[in-house]
């Protein structure tokens, strides 16, 4: 249970305090409501080009990260399909430091053209060295525009391609900062040794003078029912050979997303999972084999990945795989093999809530999903899944019309031939 209380400016922003007197640290978590999916698809990247941007000084604070070293502080930030997320941490004593510089870059980046040339820069040599340069780093790239055909979860956080980084302009990097950087579109979170009290009087102090933007007005596209299977077949450089698959599945407020979560793992999570036990342990078709959901706000993917081993071909450890999707779904699923799995996701919850920035991260991610008490609901969900809620949600949806399978080839061998 991670208590919490909240408050909203009057210009919009959602302010949450988790007070936890145990440390002496807070951690300060500003969440803005824009990731990759509010892209137009002729401009990706602009999200994870943002997250970059937001370190290049604002307007007051040409150094970001100085200041804040100096008060024993230290910071980051990520990007998703669904979300930007800034994160502090630093002695609860110096918090003001951190609504300084959040407020100030929220109202006033620096708009530098210099800026935003190191930036690039540094977006492009990212996309190069872990997407383009790294063996089996473009399998998504490939993979989100098989299984989504309208949906904006077609590309990457990254952006399609390069050339949608090398073209942007500053009029298209204001545009996106003035849509989506607002304090109306932001949720913020503040944990630690603080009170309610203070955090009112700074949220006050530093966000309240900034005026609220327009309400964002989304249009994402929904997803079509995917109807038949879909295969898209590679040949590159790699050491091995790797076969990725994917089925849609439910959002992450869906009712039914938690038995999604759990049948993949059942399927696919460590050493004891189906996948492992049979077709990496005792049949040794993978060298490596694991399932997950891939968690996003809008219908998402469960996920079959692995790597395999000499002498067995990508055919047949595909045709692996179904068959032991086809055997899981015709026999009842045990009620402690289910136990195993919804204990670690348990305990994998548990262990997040000891990390304040966690339970900070965790509070803002709930409040953006539509109430941040869903942080306190997540266990009881998971132990409501029944045996049987899992084995409908592999019959609905681990069926052919519902996959798309990338199959990676390696080039090596007919290489050294």
Not at 186 to 200: N, T
């Amino acid at each position: 249970m991670i208590p919490f209380e909240s408050f909203t400016l009057d210009n919009g922003l959602k302010v949450i305090v988790h007070e936890d007197h145990s440390t002496p640290m807070a951690a300060f978590n500003l969440l803005y409501k824009v990731g990759a999916r509010d892209e137009h698809p002729e401009k990706t990247g602009f999200a994870h080009l943002f997250e970059h941007l937001m370190f290049g000084g604002s307007r007051h604070v040409p150094q970001f990260d100085e200041p804040l070293q100096r008060v024993g502080g230290d910071n980051n930030a990520f990007t998703s399909n669904d979300i930007t997320n800034y994160y502090i941490t630093l002695p609860a004593v110096n918090l003001e430091t951190a609504f300084w510089l959040e407020s100030d870059r929220m109202l006033s980046l620096s708009f530098d053209p210099k800026v935003l040339e190191v930036q690039r820069s540094v977006v492009i040599e990212e996309f190069k060295q872990r997407y383009l340069n790294q063996p089996y780093g473009d399998a998504w790239l490939k993979l989100r525009p098989l299984a989504y055909k309208k949906h904006p979860y077609r590309w990457a956080t990254i952006g399609k391609e390069i050339a949608h980084i090398e073209q942007a302009t500053m009029a298209d990097v204001k545009e996106f900062f003035y849509t989506y950087y607002l304090p109306n579109n932001a949720v913020l979170v503040v944990a630690g040794d603080i009170s309610l009290v203070e955090v009112q009087r700074l949220a006050e102090k530093w966000f309240g003078p900034i005026p609220a933007g327009a309400e964002v007005k989304r249009n994402i596209p929904p997803e079509p029912v995917q109807s038949e299977y879909r295969q898209l077949e590679v040949e590159e450089n790699v050491p091995v050979d790797a076969l990725y698959m994917t089925f849609h599945m439910p959002g992450r407020t869906d009712p039914q997303y938690h038995a999604t979560d759990l049948l993949s793992d059942v399927l696919g999570r460590g050493k004891s999972s189906r996948l492992y036990q049979q077709l990496l342990q005792k049949k040794r078709i993978f060298n490596s084999i694991s399932a997950h959901v891939s968690g996003s706000v809008d219908p998402g993917l469960l996920v079959i990945e692995g790597k395999l081993n000499g002498g067995h071909s990508i055919e047949e450890g595909e045709e692996a795989i179904w068959n032991l999707i086809e055997d899981f779904k015709q026999h009842e699923l045990g009620k402690a093999e289910v136990e195993k799995v919804k204990n670690k996701a348990e305990s994998t919850l548990v262990f997040s809530e000891l990390e304040l920035l966690n339970r900070a991260m965790n509070l803002a991610y709930a409040e953006m999903l539509g109430d941040a008490n869903l942080v306190n609901q997540e266990r009881e969900m998971i132990r409501k899944v029944r045996p049987e809620d899992i084995q409908r949600q592999a019959e609905h949806l681990l069926v052919r019309e519902n996959a798309s399978v990338l199959r990676y080839k390696s080039n090596q061998l007919s290489n050294e031939n």
